[in-house]
């Protein structure tokens, strides 16, 4: 079946480093992925989308690579902060377009 | 342009009680999808409407759960004979149109709880 993996276990990084959070997917190759950002209590907020002929994009302090040999989608945070912390949730929609799917999520913890 | 409208935001009902969970998407967005979090777990897609129309169901339960987005007025996702498995957050989204470079604008969700 088609999946898309994220590490579940926490991440915890220093205030001012680069946060790193990791998507994987198997058994398909998504034409689009997409990044978003949920809260605790809170909907899921969009933050970035990249397609598979993009390497790179960049808003502000977020960068999304696509590597299509491994299968991965890179989600990086430079300069991160306290207020960076959340759950990070990479999604790409089924063929057919009818469902988002979403893995599980990555929570990112910035410490002072 | 207000974002995607769900309510209530907390709804608490008896075992076999039934819920109405309500959702009004963004002005202009024709598509929504419903979505169910348990705590500490992911998203886990379950219906996704057109207006007037069930397009993608393969997530919903077999029994007791029912979605409609009628021509007029909000997406309703029903659940009948709740029990206690049925407590989780519920979320709405939606999208102006379909495809892979759609975002989805997702709802504050309802949070369900069963007593």
């Known amino acids: 079946s088609q999946k898309i993996e994220q590490n579940s276990e926490a991440l915890n990084i220093q205030e001012g480093k680069t946060a790193t959070l990791t998507c994987n997917y198997t058994?398909?190759?998504?034409?689009?992925l997409q990044w978003y950002r949920q809260d605790p209590g809170r909907g899921p907020v969009f933050l970035l989308l990249?397609?598979?002929?993009?390497k790179e994009k960049r808003k502000e302090r977020l960068k999304v690579t696509f590597d299509t040999t491994l299968k991965q989608s890179l989600f990086h945070i430079t300069a991160s902060q306290p207020a960076d912390s959340a759950t990070y949730l990479c999604a790409r929609f089924s063929g057919g377009y009818n469902k988002l799917i979403f893995g599980a999520g990555t929570r990112l913890a910035v410490h002072p | 342009n207000a974002g995607v409208m769900q309510n209530p935001r907390h709804l608490v009902r008896r075992r076999g009680q039934e819920a109405r969970l309500r959702c009004s998407p963004m002005k202009g967005h024709s598509h929504v999808y419903w979505y169910r979090q348990l705590p500490e777990e992911g998203l886990k897609f379950m219906v996704y409407?057109?207006?007037?129309?069930?397009?993608?169901e393969s997530g919903m339960p077999k029994e007791r759960f029912s979605a409609e987005f009628p021509k007029e007025g909000p997406s309703i996702l029903r659940i009948q004979q709740v029990v206690r498995g049925d407590s989780a957050a519920y979320f709405c989204a939606s999208s102006p149109r379909t495809g892979t470079d759609t975002e989805a604008f997702f709802g504050q969700g309802t949070r369900l709880t069963v007593v």
């Open positions: 058994n398909y190759s998504p034409a689009y």
């Open positions: 990249i397609r598979e002929n993009e």
């Open positions: 409407l057109q207006k007037e129309n069930i397009i993608d």
